[in-house]
Each structure stands twice: as C-alpha cells, then as structure tokens.
C-alpha cells in the first residue's frame, strides 16, 4: 500500500513585476516556499496568464528538475488558472452578443464609478420602492 499523499499549498502573491530580473525572483521566491515546506515532488503550480510567471515557471522547471522534484518531468507543472481563462473566454463571447447586454455593462460601470451618482441610484431605488439584496456591481477582473 502507497502513503504517498497529495497535497495542495496555497501561495498567494500580489505583485506586479515587470523587469526580466524581477520575473525570476518570482521562480526563486515561490522556490524557497518550497523548500521552507519541505516539498519532495512538485506536479503543477497554477497561476494566471502573465507572461511574468511564464519566465517564473522556466526557472522553477529548471531549479525543480535538478532537484528531480517534478512529476512527469514537469510536463504539467505550468497550469494557468482555469477562471482566469474561463473570464476570458466569457468576456469575449459578450462581445458579440446583444447589444444591450454592452448598454447594461456600461450603465453599472457609469453608476458605480462614482460615489455621487451610486447614491443618486440608490435614492432612485428607494424611491421607486424597489426591492432587491444586491446593488448593481461591476465585473471584478483578474487583469
């Protein structure tokens, strides 16, 4: 019988990184998280589709590959995050539907991008004895 054990971490890293160094100190910090956790096998790492992380996941594919740390010679271990596509795709079939889903989009988006008339919306609201449990709200963006 196998004890091996699969084991998901969590990193979760607000950067906004541009210079080619700077990309592979992304590989060398989620690195040393790695060593810090004491991880033996690494099969994937997900993350959005920033071309920063492509160069981050290059040096951990080459770091981890020494180490013989990778699962499959590492053929998986970029794994881009599957809402950040699935917000892609769905952002772009809108696009081409009813013009008055666009007309709605850029309402909510005139509403809330200002105190004065979100509070304007919301007197009109009341006024009209309108019930709801949410405000309108804008689309939250992963990029």
Not at 8 to 30: H, N, Q
Not at 88 to 107: E, Q, T, W
Not at 115 to 137: D, M, N, S, T, W
Request: glycine share 4%; aromatic share 6%; with cysteine.
């Amino acid at each position: 019988p196998s004890t091996s054990q699969l084991t998901c971490y969590a990193l979760p890293m607000a950067m906004t990184i541009i210079s080619a160094d700077f990309r592979e100190l992304i590989g060398r910090a989620v690195e040393k998280c790695l060593l810090q956790w004491d991880l033996k096998k690494i099969l994937t790492i997900t993350v959005d589709n920033a071309s920063s992380n492509d160069v981050a996941i290059q040096y951990l594919k080459r770091r981890l590959n020494q180490w013989g740390g990778t699962i499959l010679d590492g053929n998986y271990l970029h794994m881009r995050c599957a809402a950040h596509i699935l917000n892609l795709v769905i952002k772009d079939g809108l696009k081409d539907l009813d013009p008055s889903i666009v007309k709605v989009h850029a309402a909510v988006r005139f509403v809330r991008s200002s105190p004065a008339r979100l509070q304007k919306f919301k007197a009109c609201v009341e006024e009209e004895k309108i019930e709801y449990k949410g405000l309108v709200c804008l689309d939250i963006e992963t990029r």
